[in-house]
């Protein structure tokens, strides 16, 4: 019964995520990421190979950046990778364009500050290097204007650290690749290859 439970509740999921995600990709469509997340952990990020994932990255904000004293992730979502990041920062801040999965990123980590916006918007301060580390993890292809997107958080952030899907390389690399001294590496868990780009910003 259990493993049926299972079965159904993936199943639930993709088909939410087919009609709820129609048109997101690329496009600054808040409204229908928003409405992914009235289906609670959409992206199921409570999977073995989404935890992988976190570790994984958090290894490598360890090995280069150490235990820094601010970071912003940008596309928290509901907090599941926030949970994880909190262990590398003395503060932790996260934004995310869903109000819905704000609500719970607030009660899974609730020593963390969130706020319901994107970056453009983030309340926190608007001078240069106001965060140690500015992280964007999967977030990237949602965004129309990935060249902005990038220089605010070059502007934000001391460093900052992205990572996305393989797939997503031919539309996200040509923007990093401009960045200078980006550094690359790769992710892998169970067949699936994430790329990790890093950099650091001129004071």
Wanted: net charge neutral; hydrophobic share 40%.
């Amino acid at each position: 019964m259990q493993r049926i439970n299972a079965k159904l509740r993936k199943a639930i999921r993709r088909t939410w995520m087919k009609y709820a995600m129609r048109g997101v990709g690329g496009a600054d469509n808040y409204e229908r990421l928003d409405l992914a997340y009235k289906l609670g952990d959409p992206w199921n990020m409570e999977s073995g190979l989404e935890q992988a994932r976190f570790a994984a990255t958090n290894a490598l904000v360890e090995r280069h950046f150490g235990h820094v004293g601010s970071l912003l992730e940008v596309g928290c979502g509901e907090g599941h990778q926030t949970q994880a990041l909190r262990r590398l920062a003395d503060e932790v801040y996260g934004i995310d364009v869903s109000p819905t999965a704000i609500e719970r990123a607030r009660v899974r980590v609730p020593d963390a500050q969130f706020a319901a916006t994107d970056i453009h918007q983030q309340p926190w301060g608007e001078q240069r290097g106001r965060f140690d580390l500015v992280l964007a993890c999967e977030v990237l292809y949602y965004i129309k204007d990935i060249p902005a997107t990038i220089e605010r958080m070059r502007h934000l952030g001391r460093a900052c650290m992205v990572t996305f899907f393989a797939p997503a390389l031919v539309r996200v690399g040509p923007h990093l690749e401009r960045i200078e001294g980006l550094q690359k590496d790769w992710m892998q868990h169970q067949g699936e290859t994430w790329l990790v780009c890093w950099w650091r910003n001129p004071e």
